[in-house]
């Protein structure tokens, strides 16, 4: 069974960085495409980033220059470094593994909460 | 980026009847789009990829359709498992893009 456990999350004040991790089994995260995702509160799913088997990555516009994704190959985890976080960063954040062939995003995480305030 | 436009945002329906959520891609995405259920408190669940291919495991009530830049989920029979919020998603280019979501409630 795949499975993938976010951790991390938290109250934070505004400025600061969080990081965010997700641990992966049944899947090897160095031959996947693994992504973030953030649903926040009342709205709808944002899609954030993803790295690839290669290591290439995208970022959403909302995030770019600010988020970081990486993996550690060794942990089979994928990360999340949020920097200069704002109110609006506030959100349930998702990893998800990528289908490239199907487009689709699964198995999903079960979330961690990211909460920016002071 | 892709827009996705989805509609209704909302929609109150009883035990069986059919419901269909539409979704615009604001181009071509081919047959690229994904629809999930999401549920609160639980991450978004594969419905429909590929446009029009069931996700194994998912009732056959659960149908889509269309390419280009007209898609359709249609649930037929709805069942009281099925009140949710479902998304549409363009998998054609990156940034992945949603639309904004369709709440199916008891009517």
């Known amino acids: 069974e795949v499975k993938l456990v976010e951790s991390g999350g938290g109250l934070i004040q505004p400025g600061r960085s969080l990081r965010l991790s997700c641990a992966a089994s049944?899947?090897?995260?160095?031959?996947?495409?693994m992504t973030w995702l953030r649903q926040a509160p009342g709205k709808g799913l944002e899609w954030l980033s993803i790295?690839?088997?290669?290591?290439?990555?995208y970022y959403a516009d909302s995030v770019k220059g600010r988020f970081i994704i990486s993996r550690d190959n060794s942990k089979n985890t994928v990360y999340l470094q949020m920097n200069s976080l704002r109110a609006d960063d506030s959100a349930v954040y998702y990893c998800?593994?990528?289908?490239?062939?199907?487009?689709?995003?699964?198995?999903w995480g079960q979330g961690t909460l990211v909460t920016v305030s002071s | 980026d892709i827009q996705m436009t989805q509609s209704p945002s909302s929609v109150s329906a009883s035990v069986g009847d059919r419901v269909t959520i539409t979704c615009r891609a604001s181009e071509d995405i081919t047959r690229h789009s994904t629809w999930y259920q999401h549920k609160p408190g639980k991450p978004p669940k594969v419905l429909i990829y590929a446009a029009s291919v069931l996700e194994s495991g998912v009732p056959s009530r659960f149908s889509g359709s269309g390419s280009g830049t007209y898609f359709t989920l249609t649930i037929n029979g709805l069942q009281p498992d099925d009140f949710a919020t479902y998304y549409c998603?363009?998998?054609?280019?990156?940034?992945?893009?949603f639309g904004g979501g369709t709440t199916v409630e008891i009517k």
């Open positions: 998800a593994d990528y289908g490239a062939y199907n487009g689709k995003l699964d198995p």
């Open positions: 790295i690839y088997a290669s290591g290439r990555t």
């Open positions: 049944g899947l090897t995260v160095s031959t996947s495409y």
């Open positions: 998603q363009q998998a054609h280019t990156f940034p992945l893009t």
